[in-house]
């Protein structure tokens, strides 16, 4: 194959060459041959080995450190606690381009001082030699602690006398309420109601790229740091703990070995800019796995209590729910995924009386913060189950309660926002209960059942954070062409989407592009890859620079021509007359007389999402996201029950993703997505017992296998109505959002019982079965 | 102490010195620039660090380099043939959207080149129970299992 071959294919999008075709990403070649150099890979003369100190307490006094013995080992260059680090504590403002307050701003402490406060916090750094005398550095550090009583439950830490996680402030961070028309009002209204408590666990990131990177200092005193993360941006946070200005610091992003929000926040950084500030050496750091698993954050636990009122005939009166999420021992995002909960809590349904109330506290347990889908799939767990419990009281189908249910274009949330592009639920449940109907895998004397679920994530980030995203193409005499924008690719296709637009504007073949990405120092900073947001943001920016470019040759090539430019387009690196009088020229010439014109062959585009601002965070209201994507998922299941083992037979998604950039991408991340949550609906439990992680390996955690995945079927809508370039969506997280309860709403009705927490395991199973037959 | 122990390396031959504990995949890594075995968890868990020891898939991270002393190690770097063309599997990886993050890729395109040694024409469940020590937290394996098995039917491995 050679890079960037197009199959004979038709784009269903009219007119476009590159653009909805499934072709091989530019970043897959190099991956495919062992080439690209992820963070761990690279390697610099003279290059010593980092390791940080972790605490063995979830909650304890420091009362001393003593580092004497430690400074003393051969080949030990630095040791670095709390009291060296120039600027220990500040906010983290996750690169907002505006400043919000509203409890938004997580403190970031670098090391523990005189306190920890979850198990596996940093207490010390190290760099050696070798990573053997790193090794041995850290046990002869000695740190006397002394255990305090920690708080592990956060409705335990609501309590005014639970004991305070941070000192000097409550241990809930945050509480919201979403409130539509009079909840009372429409429980008064309603004939069935079905009322329950969910619960979903602690999750783990569980890419296979642990964390890691390189810092170095280069020749002109820069802090320079080579690392896997989702946010090259985190240089200003690692230049304020230095007290350098932050041109002072440059963050390259490696291709990331899988992020899924895990390193959206600030992992290695900090400690390398330190350990190699210190030294004057580059410093590599990589975390094992078990370092990973007990010390990055995880995807936030809820307790979620649900009450849905009903019409005899399915439609919704009211909606109360109560949202509790564990945010850990330290804030990070936790106040933003709450509120991405509280915007999804009702779900995409009609109704007219809503009531929610959120609440995200500090426990010391490990910090939580982003993992794809960011608060979406919690409650979408329990707002789906409700669904179906409301079917199962009506007697209605499933499907049926939902369909007469749906929201639609024009029609508001709970929040007040109105849904102004295309909402393609009905489409793909349609869809989704075709494909259930089709011939079922045999089950043998197993119980089988069919399940489905909807959703709805946004894309994109909050309106009021006024996110911008930049990008730089231009165009090289021979007719080649270069992209450089800062985003960071974590295996979804991110650079390589923007080459394919490029390539469609500009007419020319894949293999003619060039992208860099990801360098603070030098390319356009694109913002975080986080929030589904980078197709839409960085591909609207890279749509308008190749547009401008596109601009200045046709232009040109008219004037040569003779030919009145808009009947001019660009193709096979030719200008050519559309309406085929065969005139024309190759873009190289084209480029050639713009140079000697001193005409512009580059444009720096600036895209902007709608901004908006909000008087206040307490209720939330009004539009807090550009878009949505919606989908529905179904399953087939088999149980036996006996051994309380789900087989999950069929997954089926459907979505409305606008368009499809690059068929292959969409599909490999609605799959990806849909086996990464299976996981969370069947094995996947962080498990903290008082603090301390009970899961510390992939032997305990237990991650889907080849083995495991069912027979898997994608079936993609395009509306053409989403808000990114040529009307694309995003899939990354929303691909995540209704598994769960899909297989939930599978597993009741094979067996006629529902679990309310995940993960659905054998042992919840059998119990649920057993409590039926007691009964 | 450092003992010398050879090893021909995709293909040529290397005299290395290694101390007793030194890990097969550490060596690859920082002693010859071979990164293309990644370190995913040093347990025997994921099958990240993936080589082909004799022909057979091992898990460098668990494998001592001092006890495979004289043996052939085939790394990702070593499977393009010597003309730079791709190996038959590399292709179809590539041709059905396989590789996403691509940090499991390395190890389960030697995985795969060795069940279609061993097996050219494997069912989906024998392509599915071959690899299942190598997680993929990216694709949900699917595109992975067609595209071994595309390459299988293509007789192009
Ligand atoms: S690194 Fe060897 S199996 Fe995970
Ligand atoms: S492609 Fe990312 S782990 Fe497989």
Known sequence: ?775 | MKKQITLTVNGVKRELFVSPNELLLNVLRDQLGLTGAKYGCGIGECGSCTVLLDGEPSLACLTLAIAVDGSEVTTIEGLQSRDGKLHPLQDSFLEHGAVQCGFCTPGMILTGKVLLDENPRPTEEEIRAYIRGNLCRCTGYTQIVQAIQDASVKGKA
């Open chain 1, 1 to 775: 194959m050679t890079r960037g071959s197009v199959e004979n294919f038709e784009s269903p999008a009219k007119g476009l060459k590159i653009i909805g075709k499934p072709i091989p990403r530019h970043d897959a070649w190099e991956k495919a041959l062992g080439l690209t150099a992820y963070a761990a890979d690279f390697s610099l003369p003279g290059m010593l080995h980092g390791k940080v100190l972790r605490s063995q307490y979830p909650s304890a006094k420091i009362l001393s450190i003593d580092t004497s013995k430690a400074d003393r080992l051969s080949g030990v260059r630095a040791v670095i606690t709390a009291k060296d680090v120039p600027r220990n504590e500040s906010v983290t403002r996750f690169g907002q381009t505006h400043t919000v307050g509203g409890g938004f701003e997580g403190l970031y402490r670098v090391l523990a001082d005189k306190k920890v406060h979850y198990l596996g916090e940093a207490v010390a750094l190290v760099a050696a030699e070798t990573e053997e005398i790193a090794k041995k550095t850290l046990e002869l550090i000695q740190v006397e602690y002394e255990p305090l009583p920690g708080v592990f439950d956060p409705i335990e830490a609501m309590k005014p006398d639970a004991p305070p996680v941070q000192e000097g402030r409550p241990n809930i961070i945050t509480h919201y309420e979403v409130v539509k028309g009079d909840v009372e009002q429409g429980f008064a209204d309603a004939e069935v109601i079905v009322e329950n408590t969910y619960r979903v666990p602690f999750v783990d990131h569980a890419y296979l790229e642990p964390e890691s990177g390189v810092g170095w200092i280069d020749e002109s005193g820069v802090i320079t740091i080579r690392v896997s993360t989702q946010v090259i941006e985190h240089f200003r946070g690692v230049a304020d703990v230095l007290n350098l200005p932050h041109n002072r610091v440059r963050v390259m992003g490696t291709y990331v070995g899988g992020g899924f929000g895990g390193k959206e926040d600030i992992t290695v950084e900090a400690f390398l800019a330190l350990l190699t500030f210190k030294t004057g050496r580059p410093v590599k750091l990589t975390y094992t796995r078990e370092e990973s698993i007990l010390s990055h954050s995880k995807r936030h636990p809820y307790v979620m209590s649900y009450k849905t009122g009903a019409k005899k005939d399915g439609r919704l009166t009211a909606l109360k729910a109560q949202l509790v999420s564990d945010a850990g021992a330290y804030v990070y995002l936790s106040p933003w995924v709450l509120l991405y909960s509280m915007v999804d809590a009702a779900g995409p349904y009609r109704i007219p009386h809503v009531k929610v109330d959120g609440y995200t506290v500090l426990t010391n347990n490990t910090f939580t913060s982003a993992n794809r889908g960011f608060g979406a799939p919690q409650v979408c767990f329990a707002y789906e189950s409700q669904m179906d419990e409301l079917a199962a009281q009506t007697g209605l189908a499933p499907h049926h309660v939902r369909m007469i249910n749906y929201l639609e274009k024009g029609e508001a949330l709970a929040t007040g926002q109105v849904l102004d592009h295309h909402v393609g639920l009905k489409e793909a449940t349609e869809k989704v209960l075709d494909a259930l109907r089709e011939g079922s895998p045999a089950a043998g004397k197993m119980k089988t059942g069919k399940g489905i679920a909807s959703g709805m994530t946004s894309y994109g980030r909050m309106v009021f954070l006024h996110d911008t995203s930049r990008s730089h193409v231009s165009i090289e005499m021979d007719g080649s062409v270069t992209i450089r924008a800062g985003v960071q690719d974590i295996g979804g296709g991110q650079a390589s989407s923007l080459c394919q637009i490029t390539a469609e504007v500009l007419g020319v073949p894949l293999e003619d592009i060039k992208i860099y990405i990801a360098d603070t120092a030098l390319t356009p900073l694109a913002g975080t890859t986080t929030a589904t947001r980078q197709l839409y943001m960085s591909g609207n920016a890279t749509l308008i620079a190749a547009r401008e470019v596109r601009k200045v040759l046709i232009k040109k090539a008219g004037e040569i021509l003779g030919i009145d430019p808009v009947k001019l387009d660009l193709a096979d690196r030719e200008v050519i007359d559309k309406e085929g009088t065969g005139k024309g020229l190759s873009l190289k010439e084209v480029v050639r007389a713009c140079a000697s014109d001193g005409l512009p062959l580059y444009h720096v585009a600036l895209f902007k999402a709608p901004f908006r601002n909000v008087a206040q965070f307490e209720r939330i209201e009004g539009q807090v996201f550009p878009d949505f994507t919606f989908g529905t998922h179904g399953a087939q299941v088999a149980i036996d029950e006996e051994t309380g083992q789900i087989h999950v037979l069929k997954l089926i998604s459907s979505f409305d993703v606008g368009r499809a950039i690059n068929r292959l991408s969409v599909e490999g991340q609605i799959e990806g997505g849909a086996i990464y949550a299976m996981g969370y609906a069947l094995t996947e439990e962080v498990v903290l017992d008082k603090g301390v992680t009970r899961t510390p390996s992939f032997s305990e955690y237990l991650l889907p296998t080849s083995m495991d995945v069912p027979e898997l079927t994608t079936l993609l809508i395009e509306s053409g109505d989403g808000v990114g370039p040529f009307g694309a969506k995003g899939v990354g997280e929303p691909s995540v959002c209704s598994v769960a309860p899909a297989i939930a709403n599978a597993v009741y009705d094979a067996i006629g019982v529902r679990i309310y927490d995940l993960p659905l395991t054998p042992e919840k199973i059998v119990k649920a079965l057993k409590k039926v037959k007691d009964r």
